[in-house]
């Protein structure tokens, strides 16, 4: 151990991710060990805000602590071991003299300045001063270690992030875990320019499953979306080369453009920098970029009112929820407490207020004899609001809810639960819910996943969906303190998003999904009846949804599809069993069908353009033939003409179909098509753009003008 006086400890300020309150650092040997962060504020525009709930931010830094007591040189010694040498021979590293490292780690302080504003370069050369060693030669020896080590912690924190079930992408967390495997790509390619990243991070998870080894659990999952990442990666660099050039001809080419050009088109700064320095412009990649990137994307977000406020709601008391209680409850009932506005308020309900992604129950009331009907239903601070066509006062009421409405929400809440466990089954624990929205014919689910979904894979899911549903497993729901959940079952409860109140209404599906959910559910899983999957698509990076029905709305599509597939084979003549083969022996008949149509038109179409050449019109060095066609399809147009101008080097042809031109030159006639058929249809009225050899354009003036046209501005070319 240590004794006291070998302690110190440094009280401050610690801001930062829109968080802030004052902390205590231990510090010993020079070595900062640990940090406690008493959070007590909300930071935005300079202002703190008293939080309403003051946590402590205890960060004990256990590699520091291990490097301190391992004395190592590095602290990258003491917690990677053998897999910091693996790393450096795989990315062709050499080590430098220990006694080096030692001298510098002693002096290694100095880069804390960095966070000042002083510039890397400069504090190198102060470190090398203050060692006694030549800086260039300093650089040389720690540069590439320096980069090792940034590839060995980038890709420990990408094992983690990704079997932790992050997907990568362009937003949130996803941003930044992208960022992160492009940036220890961009490193380890810089040391080795054949390594592959996935590799690397295989490596990791290797080394980390000796004291993690649910790491391994998804090991062919990460190491795939690494490869997509790096694939990623490869495209982005080859369009961002000329992106770079043409924006920075448009505008100010600073920091503030290399952050830009990163955050949006995902274009490594050293990647800018060279294509600018190519343009003659120099820029200095600042020693933070990466800080200013992530910094775009720790913002905190503006935190949403839970609730709206409605004058008048603290007078009345809480509503009863009697749904919880029985959900198959659709007669009740209650005291009428008061009204606001249209929205009724009662002593309690069995009508569902929206909420978690679940529309309202809708139904009538009877109040003195009449049926009042119930259009909407909210619940704000506690009191169940609803909205009614008519005036009530008080009194006493009866509560009819829309049974059939209430039970396909039921059927669809619970099978969304059961798809998005049948999801991370098939896909992988890194499947989460982003997103869902429940109705009574259809509904959908929004996953992170970090690729299309196969239809193998789609079938599997819905596969696996349908049989939770033909086990009858019990659906499960009550409530429970959060603390004991979250010890149960972990933060796996929060797929539908994180419940603020201290006990938690859970909702299990037997021996496979547990979510905390407010929603209303069925008992047990036979009641869902069908579930059907009828589409999956990206709706953005990193985020797939499904759009699915359950109950009869799934039965009555599928019979409805059933019956259009029976026509379809009737048309056919053939059986439903058959029609996929009678459909393709027909698509290919028509397949055939049209390549003979397509051959019969481009003979057709050489045959006249061969007549029109015998006639053509002689320009000094260059033939101009013209012709108007009816053929429509534009690959038989371009290739019929540069199969004539390349036998004929001094032709030029014209091509008019409808409102469309064609213009096409040979190789001796040392004109160009696109400026002789732009300058053409200035004349007449159009537009058009090309090359050298080949132009097209469109005009609503005559054959005749445009004919005349082009054959003037040729006449001029052609001198």
């Known amino acids: 151990g240590l004794n006291e006086d070998e302690i110190t400890y440094k009280e401050g300020v610690w801001i930062g991710g829109g968080n802030a309150g004052p902390d205590v650092e231990p510090i010993a040997g020079g070595l900062e060990i640990a940090t406690l962060v008493f959070m007590e504020y909300w930071t935005k525009d300079s202002q703190l805000i008293p939080m309403d709930t003051k946590v402590v931010d205890t960060g004990y830094g256990l590699e520091r602590i291990t490097w301190f007591l391992s004395g190592r040189a590095t602290a990258f010694d003491a917690v990677y071991g053998e897999l910091l040498d693996k790393f450096l021979k795989v990315l062709n590293v050499e080590r430098p003299d220990e006694k080096l490292l030692e001298s510098y780690s002693r002096v290694s302080s100095l880069m804390t300045k960095i966070e000042a504003g002083n510039r890397f370069s400069e504090l190198r050369k102060e470190a090398a001063k203050k060692m006694g060693v030549d800086s260039e030669y300093l650089n040389s020896a720690l540069s590439p270690l320096e980069k090792a080590f940034s ?40 040391l080795n ?117 409605v004058k008048g709601i603290d007078e009345f008391a809480e509503t009863e929820l009697l749904f919880y209680k029985d959900p198959y409850m659709l007669e009740f009932e209650a005291d009428v407490l008061g009204a606001i506005g249209d929205a009724v308020i009662l002593n309690r309900t069995a009508f569902y207020p929206e909420g978690g992604g679940q529309p309202s129950d809708t139904g009538v009331f009877i109040f003195n004899g009449e049926e009042i009907r119930v259009k909407h239903v909210e619940k704000v601070k506690g009191r169940v609001l609803h909205h009614v066509d008519k005036p009530i ?143 999956s698509r990206r709706i953005q990076d990193g985020v797939v949804r499904l759009e699915f029905s359950a109950g009869m709305p799934a039965v009555k599509r599928t019979l409805d599809g059933y019956e259009k597939l029976r026509g379809i084979a009737e048309k056919l003549g053939t059986g439903i069993d058959e029609v996929e083969e009678a459909f393709n022996s027909l698509l290919a008949n028509n397949r055939s069908l049209f390549k003979e149509l397509r051959e019969e038109r481009r003979k057709r179409l050489e045959l006249l353009l061969e007549k029109e050449i015998e006639s053509s019109l002689a320009i000094n060095n260059v033939r101009f033939v013209s012709l108007r066609t009816d053929l429509s399809d534009r690959s038989i147009i371009t290739e019929v003409m540069d199969k004539f101008t390349k036998e004929n080097g001094d032709l030029a042809i014209l091509l008019v179909e409808d409102k469309n031109l064609y213009f096409m030159v040979g190789s001796s006639t040392n004109v160009s098509a696109s400026g002789v058929l732009k300058n053409a249809v200035s004349k007449v009225g159009g537009r058009a753009g090309g090359s050298d050899a080949f132009a097209t354009g469109s005009t609503s003036a005559s054959y005749d003008e445009i004919k005349s046209a082009v054959l003037e501005e040729l006449r001029k070319a052609a001198k």
């Not at 997907?167 to 940036?183: C, F, H, K, Q, T």
């Not at 929060?494 to 959910?517: H, M, S, T």
Request: charged fraction near 35%; charge should be negative.
């Open 193 to 309: 320019p054949d390594v592959n990243l996935s590799d690397l991070v295989v490596m990791q998870l290797h080394h980390w499953s000796r004291s993690f080894p649910e790491l391994l659990e998804a090991e062919d999952k990460i190491a795939e979306i690494v490869d997509i990442e790096q694939k990623r990666y490869e495209e982005t660099v080859k369009r961002g080369r000329d992106l770079i050039r043409r924006e920075a001809r448009k505008r100010k080419v600073d920091e503030e453009f290399l952050v830009e050009m990163y955050d949006s088109h995902g274009i490594m700064p050293e990647v800018a920098a060279e294509v600018l320095k190519e343009e003659g412009i120099e820029i200095r990649i600042p020693d933070n970029f990466y800080e200013l990137v992530a910094s775009r994307h720790e913002a905190p977000r503006e935190r949403q009112q839970e609730v709206r406020e």
């Open 151 to 190: 590839v060995l912690d980038h890709t420990k924190s990408i094992a983690f992030m990704l079997s932790d079930g992050l997907v990568p992408s362009n937003v949130d967390e996803g941003y930044l875990g992208r960022l992160l495997i492009r940036r220890a790509l961009r490193i380890a390619r810089s």
């Open 393 to 535: 006062s008080r009194g006493h009421v009866k509560g009819r809810v829309d049974a059939e409405r209430r039970r396909s929400l039921m059927r669809h809440h619970t099978a969304t639960h059961i798809i998005l466990g049948a999801a991370r089954s098939v896909l992988g624990k890194h499947v989460w819910q982003t997103g869902a929205q429940k109705d009574v014919e259809e509904s959908r689910l929004d996953i992170t996943h970090y690729k299309q979904i196969e239809p193998e894979e789609l079938k599997e899911i819905e596969m696996l969906a349908n049989r939770i549903v033909m086990e009858n497993r019990e659906v499960k729901q009550f409530f429970m303190p959060r603390d004991e959940a979250e010890k149960k079952y972990g933060f796996v409860l929060y797929q539908g998003g994180v419940v603020p109140d201290p006990v938690l209404r859970i909702v299990e599906v037997d021996g496979f999904n547990v979510q905390a959910c407010a929603g209303t559910h069925v008992t047990r899983t036979g009641e869902i009846g069908l579930i059907k999957i009828w589409r």
